[in-house]
């Protein structure tokens, strides 16, 4: 059974992520495009639609989910195809790699209305950015970090 975006309960959204860190080219995957892809997926439930409405190619998109660092806009996209498909979306940890991209520059926001994809914001968390000091003062505690000063 699938179902309307509109029709997906207040609490069901876009889980937040971080795009993929890419070399930015003009006919390639830039950070728009890969926020606006996710946005257009949330809305159509279909990754050649989505693609197609960024002016890229369904192979392109399966090629950037395979990407070293993907690792947030795939869990982005699997929650985004469960929501349609009347499935729970399963919770992802941040790993300590993207821990400072969301502490100073913040994962993305997806919003939507009424099932249409409106905008994508991106603010850093100062919970991410506690959480991050405290993963460094406790590596330091540890001697992993400054101990040859």
């Known amino acids: 059974m699938t179902r309307s975006a509109s029709s997906w309960p207040r609490y069901a959204r876009v ?3 971080l795009p993929v860190p890419l070399r930015d080219r003009r006919d390639g995957w830039s950070y728009e495009r ?3 892809f996710i946005g257009f997926l949330a809305e159509t439930g279909s990754v050649a639609e989505a693609a197609a409405r960024v002016g890229m190619s369904r192979m392109a998109a399966y090629r950037l989910r395979r990407c070293e660092g993907a690792e947030s806009l795939a869990h982005a996209w699997d929650a985004v195809i469960a929501l349609h498909r009347g499935r729970d979306v399963p919770q992802r940890k941040v790993t300590l790699g993207e821990l400072p991209e969301h502490a100073f520059a913040g994962p993305v926001r997806i ?3 009424r099932g249409r994809f409106l905008r ?3 603010k850093p ?3 991410a950015l506690l959480q991050f ?4 003062d406790a ?3 540890r001697g992993g970090i400054g101990a040859g000063k």
């Open 34 to 36: 890969q926020v606006r």
């Open 139 to 141: 590596a330091e505690r």
């Open 120 to 122: 994508a914001r991106r």
């Open 15 to 17: 889980p937040l992520f």
């Open 125 to 127: 968390g100062n919970s």
């Open 111 to 113: 919003a939507m209305r």
């Open 133 to 136: 000091l405290r993963r460094l």
